[in-house]
Structure formats: C-alpha cells, structure tokens
C-alpha cells in the first residue's frame, strides 16, 4: 500500500525515537464498549472492530457467536472466479475461493488491522484494512468502515468498502451474492421466524421455519422474505432480527447443535442477500439494522422503520 510523505514522516520519528509499531499497537484499546441502558454493545478492535458482543444492559449473557474469525457481525464481500491457490498458501478448507474480504480476519486465525476508531455517546465508528478469508496472512487491498448508532434496543448499523485491487487474476465482471452482512447470533436462538407472504407490512402472521444444518451441505435459501428481516429467538421469542430494506433474500441456518453460547462452535446464521459486482475500484455502502428483544414488538419496530426511514 502507498504511505503518504506525512506518514513516512512520522513513522521515522517515532522510530528515532525508539517507539516501535508493537509499542504504536498497544495505545489502541482492545474494545470499545457501548452502553445505552438498553443494550450493551462491544466492538472488537483487535479484529476489524467487528460486533463482538450485544446483550441486554447489565446481562453478562452475549447474544453473538464469537467462536472463530468467521462468526460475529461482520462485513464479507465477494467479488470474481472461485481460484484453487493452495500453493500459495490458500485453505484447503476454503478451497476453490473468490476475492473474499471479510472484517474480522481470516481463516487461519490472522486478523485485520484497525486503521481508525470513535466513539460518542450513542454513535461509533471505525476503520479497518480487511483479511481475505481464505489466504494465510493476506490483507485485502480494501479498506471497510463501519458507523453504528444505539437507540433504543436497535442499532443501526451502515458499512462501506472501498476497493483499490490490482490482482490480474479473479476478473472484474462476474454478479455474486453478497452477505450484508453476516450475522452469527448463538444457538441458543434457535428458532427461526420471518414473514414471507403476499402481503407484507400488513401485519400478516409471520411465520416459523425450519432450521436447515450446514451439516446437510449448505444454510437455508429463502428467496422472497417480502419484510426484509429474519429473526432467531428462543423458546420464549426473545432473541435477535436482522432487517435490512434492500434484500428479499436470505440465507440462514445453524451449524452444530442448539442451545450452545457465544463461544461455541455451534451457531445460528442470518444473512441478508443481493446480488452485486464489487468491481476492483468499487466503493460499495449499504444500511441495516440488528433488533433485540421480543419478536412481536421488533416487528413492529421493523414497520417503524420501513415507515420513517429512521429508527
């Protein structure tokens, strides 16, 4: 990546000055923690700054699967042809892949490096250079961002990539689904609800779905989720849903087993779907929204939403 002349500038001057990068590393905090008196949110900046964490107020109980890079509530795009690079390094487990750069970090435990961070009182904001999944070590020639805004029990969330590729090898042209965003709340949630019928914002029934295992070759498709939202909740319908205005397709399951918390490997999965072409000098944003609390009354908010355009 190019480093302008101010910051080779100070890069030389802390190095004359004995101060390393580790030592640069270690003034950024490891989370930032938000805290509304509703929701208690934590943002994981030693990974992207990635949702690591949402939960009631003063609740010690996360509703967000953290078992691995891969999970939390994440950005994760796809662009190009599916390559075998294993001799260069790639995942034999994630293999053929695309152009796949996610916020966290990649598949063998290496994470992404937060390049800016804010927070007010209800409002956070942060930057990162993204991993590609797949690959050992290999940071994306991206950058994403992220602003998040607390009211209530819903945040409101809206995410940017901005490319600047110059790989000759994954092409430039091909449509792929796109994950906006990834979304792993615990298994715990097990049920999964939505509302897919002809009527939508009528206050129709929504309706309960079987759970598809990724042990049974991939997540759930659904194809005309015509309120833009999923939700999975426990026995009582308390849980987390996922409304995002621009997709009428999802994808969602659970892999492993019910009723296993945020660090097991176990979970459930939402994610909102649309096609796209991320091209590799695109600049790419979207908005959506993450819901906590009962399934009837985040619907309801869900029709504020769609009603207002704000929250």
């Not at 990068?21 to 994981?44: C, H, M, R, S, Y």
């Not at 999970?71 to 690079?85: P, V």
């Not at 796949?100 to 930057?127: H, W």
């Amino acid at each position: 990546m190019r480093i302008s002349f101010i910051l080779s500038v100070l890069l030389i001057y802390n190095i004359c000055l004995g101060q390393t990068d580790q030592q640069i590393n270690t003034q950024t905090p490891k989370e930032l923690v938000a805290d509304n008196g509703k929701l208690t949110v934590k943002f994981d900046l030693t990974r992207g700054g990635a949702i690591s964490w949402i939960s009631n107020a003063g609740s010690q109980r996360s509703l967000v699967n953290i078992a691995d890079e891969g999970r939390y509530i994440q950005q994760s795009y796809y662009a190009g042809k599916s390559l075998d690079r294993k001799a260069e390094g790639q995942s034999s487990n994630w293999s053929p892949w695309s152009w796949n750069p996610i916020q966290v970090g990649d598949a063998f435990g290496n994470r992404a490096k937060i390049l800016d961070y804010k927070q007010s009182k209800d409002s956070l904001y942060v930057k990162c250079i993204p991993m590609q999944w797949d690959m050992n070590n290999r940071p994306a020639e991206a950058e994403m961002e992220q602003w998040t805004f607390l009211n209530g029990n819903i945040l409101t969330i809206r995410n940017k990539l901005i490319c600047h590729r110059t790989d000759q090898i994954y092409g430039d042209s091909l449509m792929r689904n796109q994950e906006l965003p990834a979304v792993y709340p615990i298994s715990a949630l097990k049920n999964l609800f939505t509302y897919e019928g002809n009527a939508p914002f009528t206050n129709e029934p929504y309706k309960k779905l079987d759970v598809k295992n990724l042990a049974s070759g991939f997540w759930g498709r659904y194809k005309e989720i015509s309120e833009n939202w999923m939700a999975f909740v426990d026995d009582t319908e308390f849980g987390m849903l996922v409304y995002n205005p621009q997709c009428t397709m999802f994808l969602a399951g659970m892999a492993g087993d019910p009723d296993k918390e945020a660090l097991s490997t176990s979970t459930s999965y939402i994610a909102p779907i649309k096609d796209a072409i991320i091209g590799k000098n695109a600049v790419y944003e979207y908005e959506y929204y993450v819901l906590i609390g009962s399934l009837r009354e985040m619907r309801k908010q869900v029709y504020g939403i769609k009603k207002t355009g704000t929250h």
